[in-house]
């Protein structure tokens, strides 16, 4: 599953984030407070796991956005 | 019409490098004794201080031996009076504010390819004695990459008959050693480099004792 995966990446992101209370509503930079570093970390560990390019990501709002966006490209499912 | 523009590129790129040996006479010093020029064994990735856009012709002429491809910002990279030049000449741009990952990608195939790459790891030009920040791309790309990072220092005003000053340091190899990056591990190897930076600087200018 694409979501549990990413919640692997958002505890190494994000550690100070509870892992537990992230749900595909939350917003990437509002709710999880990711800023231009992690967001840049988060393309590029979400594009070594599923190779998977980001042309930006600020376009993707929510965590469900993110599963979605890699869902589409790889086929896998969510 | 490709080898035309091929063609046309090389030789700006001959009077660019004439025009920055006659203007900025670049005298460039190894930490590395031994070293003679910037081919080095292997693609590395170097970064330093950015002090000025000139810096941009500078280190493509300094880096030349090292076919360096010049990591810059997007919103330059578009511009129409620049543009076909540097798409005709080895450069990869970077968006600033997005986050997009396409120069990773290019760069990351650039030293696939043998190609080294320079990056200002400051973002922008700044006139401060120290460099600004170092944002964490370059370190990103040497674990993605593999590369060893090479940091350089350059002191010197760009006006004509001026003399730039350039010292290159010895190439540092990157290893998160099994953990992930984190954005810890990431600004606290950005610092190193800046750091490094720094050193070098001061060696330039004759501080360090």
Same mark, same amino acid.
């Given at each position: ?48 796991? %599923? ?17 979605? %966006? ?9 | ?8 590129? &090389? ?6 490098? +004439? ?23 292997? #693609?590395?990735?170097?970064? $330093?201080?950015?002090?000025?856009? &000139? ?58 390819? $043998? ?10 030009? $700044?006139?401060?004695?120290? #460099? ?18 090479? #940091?350089? +220092?350059?002191? $010197? ?7 730039? &000053? ?13 953990? +992930?990056?984190?954005? +810890? ?25």
């Amino acid at each position: 599953m694409i979501f549990d995966k990413l919640i692997e990446i958002f505890e190494n992101v994000i550690p100070e984030v509870d892992s537990s209370e992230i749900t595909p509503e939350s917003t990437l930079m509002e709710d999880l407070g990711l800023n231009s570093l992690t967001m840049m970390l988060l393309a590029v560990s979400i594009e070594d796991e %599923y190779g998977v390019t980001f042309d930006d990501m600020q376009e993707l709002e929510t965590v469900g956005d993110v599963v979605e %966006y890699i869902s589409e490209r790889t086929g896998e499912e969510n | 019409m490709k080898i035309i523009a091929k063609f046309f590129a &090389k030789t700006v790129r001959a009077l660019m490098t +004439a025009y920055v040996y006659a203007a900025f006479k670049p005298k460039v010093r190894f930490c590395d004794k031994k070293r003679k020029n910037t081919r080095f064994s292997e #693609p590395v990735i170097f970064v $330093g201080n950015h002090t000025s856009h &000139k810096d941009g012709i500078m280190t493509s002429v300094v880096f030349a031996k090292a076919k360096g491809n010049i990591v810059v910002a997007k919103d330059w990279y578009e511009k129409k009076k620049f543009n076909w030049f540097l798409r005709n000449n080895r450069c990869i741009p970077m968006d600033r504010v997005g986050t997009s990952t396409g120069w990773l990608k290019y760069s990351k195939e650039a030293l696939k390819k $043998g190609e080294s790459v320079i990056l200002y790891p400051e973002g922008k030009t $700044g006139k401060g004695e120290e #460099p600004q920040e170092f944002k964490s791309g370059f370190v990103m790309l040497a674990i993605m990459s593999g590369a060893k990072v090479v #940091p350089y +220092a350059t002191v $010197g005003e760009y006006k004509f008959f001026g003399r730039q &000053k350039v010292l290159i340091g010895d190439p540092v190899s990157l290893s998160s050693e099994n953990k +992930a990056l984190s954005p +810890a591990y990431l600004e606290k190897e950005s610092e190193r480099f800046r750091q490094m930076v720094i050193d070098l600087l001061k060696e330039i200018r004759g501080e360090k004792k």
